[in-house]
Every structure is written in structure tokens, then in C-alpha cells.
């Protein structure tokens, strides 16, 4: 299993912190004579949010996919707290052109310039997994290009990790089992993030420059490894640019 250890290390601590504020604030003192001690309960959370919202936009890869997914589920969590992480449906930074430059020309095993007759440094759309930007093959065609990020391999594979260790140690607390449904969750969060990869894959009638998107799905521990994937697009002129996924 190929995982970035510094970067687990860092989702770890603060999913760990997290686990630990359920236990204290949300588990402990909610016995009767504690109960006097706890602080409210949605400012805390707030709190959390926002913490895990400069996590995800510092660390993009699952994180981004995670705090997307939480921020639609008003069954989960409080609007106030769902607030706080809707940022997150826009808040993707670009990856560094450089760096996807050289993975265009690791995978095609040749420079830029004798893939694209140019390639524009602007973005058009930016997600947790790939970017977007206009190009232009030689034979002339004005194409959208979709490029994974550099190194989402060992991002997917570091966070899926961090966060099922992260829900095996929730399970372990009966009244968070109670009130919410751990498995089922787990089940959604990583089945929604893999259909939004797959979606990267685009439809058969789609122009692929490259090779496809390959998947492995493993145990509940969702390794799951993603390959280089860059997508064109003919354009002609109209609205509707791919999903940076």
C-alpha cells in the first residue's frame, strides 16, 4: 500500500483531535452531573468546521470530496455548521502549471510541444482530483484537456486510509452508533467520491487522448488507486466545459 506518511500523519492528528473533542464534550459530559460543564454544542462544532475546511483547501485530494459531501447533509449536521463547509464547493486551489505540465510529459513520455500545438496556462475548472485547460492538437482541433493532479495516487490511497480509521474508532461510542449510521455513511462518502472519479472517465463518444481511468477496488479500507487520466474534448464554441471532477 503506497501512502504519504506525513500527509496521514497530519489527517490522522486531526481526525484524532476530533475523536477526542465527541469523546469529552459530546460523550462524557453529558452525564447528569457533567452536563453543567459542556459549552454549546453548535459553536464547538463551528469551530470544526472551519478548522476542517482550512485542512481540506490546504490539503486538497479526499479532504475537498469529504467536507462537499458533509456540507449538503442537513440529516447530519446543523445549518450553521453545514455553513462552514459550503466554501468548500468552490474553494479548490489550482495546481502549480509546472507540475502539470511534467505530468502530461511523464505519462506521454515526451514534451508538451510535440503533444499540443499550445496549451494554455489558464485554468478553467479546478477540483479535488483533476484540472482543466484549453489546448490545441496539431492536426488543429480546439480541445478541453482534463488532468489528474500530480501524486492523487498517493493522496486517495492516504486518505481513504485516515478517515476508515477514523470511522473504525467512532464506531467504538454507542451513542455516536445510535445516532448515526457509521457503515452506511462510510459506504457514501467513498462511493460518492468514486463516482465522481469515475465520471472522469467521460462517455463513449468522447474523444480520449489517453488511457482510461483504472480502478481497484479493495476491502473497507477503500484503497482505491487512480491512474492517469487526461481527457480532450472537441470544442466548438459552446458552454458546457467538463468537470474538472
Request: proline residues 5%; contains cysteine; glycine residues 6%.
Amino acid at each position: 500500500m503506497m501512502i504519504d506518511r506525513e500527509r496521514f500523519r497530519k489527517v490522522r492528528w486531526f481526525f484524532i483531535k476530533v475523536t477526542l473533542h465527541v469523546l469529552w464534550w459530546d460523550i462524557i459530559l453529558r452525564r447528569p452531573l457533567l452536563a453543567r460543564l459542556r459549552t454549546p454544542y453548535i459553536p464547538r462544532w463551528q469551530k470544526i468546521a472551519r478548522d476542517f475546511r482550512e485542512l481540506a483547501v490546504e490539503m486538497g485530494g479526499v479532504l475537498i470530496k469529504l467536507g462537499q459531501f458533509l456540507s449538503v447533509r442537513v440529516d447530519l449536521l446543523p445549518e450553521e455548521v453545514l455553513a462552514e463547509l459550503s466554501g468548500l464547493q468552490d474553494e479548490v486551489p489550482a495546481e502549480n502549471f509546472d507540475a502539470i505540465v511534467a505530468r502530461i510529459e511523464d505519462e506521454f513520455s515526451r514534451p508538451i510541444d510535440e503533444i499540443f500545438a499550445w496549451f494554455s496556462t489558464e485554468v478553467l475548472g479546478s477540483a479535488s482530483l483533476a484540472q482543466t485547460h484549453r489546448a490545441q492538437l496539431p492536426s488543429g482541433e480546439t480541445v478541453v484537456v482534463k488532468v489528474l493532479r500530480p501524486n492523487i495516487e498517493t493522496i486517495v490511497e492516504t486518505d481513504l486510509v485516515a478517515i476508515a480509521e477514523f470511522v473504525r474508532r467512532l464506531k467504538f461510542y454507542k451513542p455516536i452508533r445510535r445516532a448515526v449510521d457509521l457503515d452506511r455513511l462510510d459506504r457514501r462518502v467513498r462511493s460518492g467520491y468514486l463516482a465522481r472519479a469515475g465520471s472522469a472517465a467521460g462517455g463513449p463518444q468522447r474523444r480520449t487522448l489517453c488511457r482510461r481511468l483504472r480502478r481497484r477496488c479493495a476491502d473497507l479500507h477503500a484503497r482505491h488507486l487512480l491512474g492517469p487520466l487526461y481527457r480532450a474534448h472537441l470544442d466548438h464554441g459552446r458552454c458546457g466545459l467538463p468537470d474538472a471532477g
